[in-house]
C-alpha cells in the first residue's frame, strides 16, 4: 500500500508535469511562430514599399524623359508652323518638367549611384530647356531662320539623345534593384511559408475563433455590399439629373448662340441698309447737281458708298461669330458688281478664290479694296464700250503670303485718263497699309494691267 500510495503522486506528478511543459512548448511555439511571422511580415511590407517606390520612380523617370520629349516636339511644332497651341504645349512641359525632376530627386535620396544620375539627368535637362527657349525666343523675336537653323544642327539632337540614354540607364539600374527586390521578397515569402505551417500547427486550438471572425467578415462584406448597391443607385441618379441640367444649358447656349448670330447678321444688314440709304441720298442729290466735277465726286461717293453697303449685307459669319468664308464673301461682291457696273455681257469676270476662313473684319477691307479695285478697271480698261475680260485671284502666292490679284486685258496704265489721282485710289493705299504693303501695279500681257496686293500680316482661322 505504501509503495503504490508513493507511486500514484509520483505518476501524477509527472502527468502534470508533462502537460505544464506541453503547454508551455505550445505557448513557446506559438509565440516564437508569431514572433517570426511579424518580423518577416514587417521585412515584406518593407519589400513591398521599396517596390512601390521603384515602380513610382520609374514613372517619374518616363515622365521627365516624355516631357522632355514633349517639350522638344512642341519646340519644332512651333518653329515649323508659328501656331501658338504648340506654345501651350511648350510652357505646360517645361513648367510640369521642373516639378518632375524634384520628385525624382527626393525618391533617389539615399541612393548615391542614383543621385549622380539625377543631377546628370537635371544638368541635361537645364541644357535642353535653354536651347529650346532660345529657339522659341529667336523666332517670336523675328529670326525664323536662326531658330530654324538652330533645330537643324546635330547639336540639339545630340542632347536629346544623351538625355534619354542618361534617364535609360537611370531605369535600368532601378530594374536591377526591382529584380534583386523581386528575388528577395520571394526568399522572405518562402519563410514566411515556413512560419505560416508551424503557426497552422501550434494555431488548432484557435480555429473556431478564426471561424468566426471569418462569419463576421462575410457579414460585414455582404452589408458593405448592398451599401454599395444603394450608393450606386443614387449615383446613377444624380449622373441622370446632371445629365438633363447640362443638356438643358446645352439647349439653352445654342438658342442664345443662334440669337446672336441672327443680332449680328441683322446688325450687318442694317448696316449695309443704312449705307444703301445714303448710296440714294447720293443719286438723289447727284440729279440735282449741275457742275461737272461736283456730279463726278457725288457719283465716285455714291459708288464707293454702294460697294461698302454690298459688303456688309454680303456679310455671312461662321458658327464662331468671328470669321468668314472669304470666296463665298468676295464671289458674292464680285456677283454684285457685276449687276451694279456692267451692262449685257461686254465685260466678263473670271474668279479664283481660295476657300479660307479669316477674320470678319478682315475680309470687310478685302471686299472694299476689292471693290475699289474691279470699279477702277472697268471704268478705266476699257474705253468706248471696249469689251474684255476681268481676271480676279484671291491665294497664297509662291512665298505662301496671301494676295489679291486683279488683272485686265484693256488699255493699259499709260492709256488711262487720271485714275491713279482719284480718291479710289488714296482709298486703296490706305486701306492696304493695315496689312504691311502697298498695292502693285505693273502690265499684264500686252496691253492690260495687273494689280496686285499682298497681305503679309493675315492670319488664317481654323
Not at 38 to 45: A, D, E, K, T
Not at 243 to 249: G, K, P, R, Y
Not at 420 to 435: K, N, R, S, T
Request: hydrophobic share 40%; proline share 1%; glycine share 6%.
Amino acid at each position: 500500500m505504501d509503495d503504490t500510495s508513493q507511486t500514484l503522486p509520483a505518476s501524477g506528478t509527472r502527468m502534470t508535469y508533462r502537460r505544464q511543459l506541453a503547454v508551455i512548448v505550445s505557448l513557446g511555439l506559438v509565440l516564437l511562430t508569431a514572433t517570426s511571422t511579424v518580423f518577416l511580415s514587417r521585412g515584406v511590407n518593407q519589400q513591398l514599399v521599396d517596390v512601390s517606390n521603384t515602380y513610382e520612380l520609374l514613372q517619374e523617370a518616363n515622365q521627365t524623359l516624355l516631357l522632355a520629349t514633349n517639350m522638344e516636339t512642341s519646340q519644332r511644332g512651333y518653329l515649323l508652323t508659328l501656331q501658338s497651341s504648340y506654345l501651350d504645349l511648350y510652357r505646360a512641359a517645361s513648367l510640369s518638367i521642373d516639378e518632375a525632376l524634384k520628385r525624382l530627386a527626393e525618391k533617389s535620396r539615399g541612393n548615391a549611384s542614383q543621385e549622380a544620375r539625377v543631377r546628370e539627368i537635371e544638368e541635361l535637362t537645364a541644357r535642353k530647356q535653354a536651347e529650346v527657349k532660345q529657339t522659341i525666343e529667336l523666332s517670336i523675336a523675328g529670326h525664323q531662320e536662326r531658330a530654324l537653323e538652330e533645330i537643324r544642327s546635330d547639336q540639339g539632337k545630340v542632347l536629346m539623345d544623351r538625355l534619354r540614354q542618361t534617364i535609360r540607364s537611370f531605369m535600368e539600374e532601378e530594374d536591377q534593384r526591382l529584380v534583386a527586390r523581386n528575388e528577395k521578397i520571394n526568399r522572405t515569402r518562402n519563410w514566411l511559408t515556413i512560419a505560416a505551417l508551424a503557426a497552422l500547427a501550434s494555431a488548432v486550438m484557435l480555429a473556431c475563433l478564426l471561424f468566426n471572425r471569418v462569419q463576421r467578415y462575410v457579414r460585414q462584406l455582404s452589408e458593405g455590399q448592398s451599401a454599395l448597391m444603394s450608393e450606386n443607385v443614387l449615383l446613377e441618379q444624380r449622373v441622370k439629373e446632371r445629365t438633363a441640367e447640362l443638356e438643358s444649358a446645352r439647349a439653352l447656349a445654342e438658342r442664345e448662340r443662334q440669337r446672336v448670330e441672327a443680332l449680328l447678321q441683322d446688325s450687318n444688314h442694317r448696316i449695309g441698309n443704312s449705307l444703301a440709304t445714303v448710296s440714294s441720298l447720293l443719286g438723289l442729290q447727284l440729279r440735282q447737281a449741275t457742275n461737272e466735277d461736283a456730279r463726278k465726286v457725288l457719283i465716285a461717293a455714291r459708288d464707293r458708298v454702294q460697294t461698302i453697303s454690298t459688303a456688309h449685307r454680303r456679310l455671312r459669319l461662321g458658327e464662331d461669330l468671328e470669321t468668314v468664308r472669304v470666296d463665298e464673301f468676295l464671289q458674292a461682291v464680285i456677283d454684285d458688281i457685276r449687276v451694279s457696273l456692267t451692262s449685257g455681257d461686254r465685260i466678263s469676270f473670271e474668279t479664283a478664290f481660295a476657300p479660307l476662313n479669316l477674320n470678319a473684319r478682315d475680309v470687310t477691307t478685302i471686299g472694299i479694296i476689292l471693290g475699289e479695285l474691279v470699279t477702277n478697271a472697268v471704268k478705266h480698261a476699257f474705253p468706248d464700250n471696249r469689251r474684255g475680260t476681268v481676271h480676279v485671284r484671291f491665294d497664297r502666292g509662291e512665298d505662301g503670303v496671301l494676295a489679291l490679284t486683279v488683272a485686265d486685258d484693256g488699255v493699259g496704265r499709260k492709256n488711262r485718263k487720271n485714275d491713279h489721282q482719284g480718291l479710289g485710289m488714296l482709298v486703296i493705299e490706305q486701306l492696304c497699309v493695315q496689312f504691311g504693303e502697298m498695292p502693285h501695279y505693273d502690265r499684264n500681257g500686252e496691253t492690260g494691267t495687273r494689280a496686285m496686293v499682298r497681305f503679309p500680316s493675315l492670319e488664317v482661322k481654323d
